[in-house]
């Protein structure tokens, strides 16, 4: 089952006068962001989550490597697994991050030979030969979303 979540957020910082994006979208309307967290909190909750550079979006969120528990079961659960836990990730989902996954890595070099994680649109063209992020269009995130899975769907088999 794949899940795309896509939200408009309200900004947090004030403003006296009306915001209006590039896009034409009105900044000032949106969910709030506390809202949004928790209705992404709930939706991970035990998911695997696909995305390409997928830990800032996640630390935007407050969602990064520790997370906030689904319950308070969990919370008293997730304290009690912290104590015996040694490393190792406790957030109740799991990542699956396309820009760090070491083969999609081996696309892009730094001058050094050393690996460097390769753009999304270039791991897209070269391995689902697609094209996504054209030249004069807008950015789109659901896109992004989509090649993103669909990159990891490819080498599943491999990464688990």
Sequence with gaps: ?????????????????????????NLDIGVPASQIKEEVSNLLCGKIVVGHSVEGDL?????????????E??????????KEAVGGE???????DTATYP?????????????KMAKLKDLVKARLNRKIQRAGRFHCCEEDAVAALDLYKSVWHEWE
């Design 1 to 25: 089952c794949s899940i795309l979540f896509s939200s408009l957020s309200k900004l947090i910082l004030p403003s006296k006068k009306s915001r209006i994006n590039r896009n034409g979208d």
């Design 90 to 96: 406790n957030r109740g989902f799991e990542v699956r």
């Design 103 to 115: 083969p999609f890595m081996r696309c892009a070099t730094h001058g050094n030979g050393r690996p």
């Design 59 to 71: 630390a935007v969120l407050g969602l990064g490597k520790k997370r906030l528990p689904c319950s």
């Design 73 to 82: 079961e969990e919370a008293a659960s997730d304290a009690e697994e912290e």
